[in-house]
């Protein structure tokens, strides 16, 4: 997805510090949308994989 956003996003003036870069309000919420979907199906059907996981972190200064 984030290889998707970058072709698609204009390319960022200064140096680079990284590859993760925010996303756009509309990606946001549809995949916002998709993992909500998710945890409703997950409630009345046991998928053997599939379950998101999420993290966030930052780099230590």
């Known amino acids: 997805m984030?290889?998707?956003?970058?072709?698609?996003?204009p390319?960022?003036?200064?140096?680079?510090?990284?590859d993760l870069v925010p996303l756009p309000p509309l990606a946001n919420t549809g995949l916002l949308r998709l993992i909500k979907a998710e945890?409703?199906?997950?409630?009345?059907?046991?998928f053997p994989v599939?379950?998101?996981?999420f993290a966030l972190a930052q780099k230590a200064e």
């Open 50 to 53: 599939g379950v998101s996981v």
């Open 2 to 9: 984030v290889r998707l956003m970058q072709r698609v996003l």
């Open 39 to 46: 945890n409703r199906l997950l409630r009345v059907l046991n």
């Open 11 to 18: 390319k960022p003036e200064g140096p680079i510090t990284g």
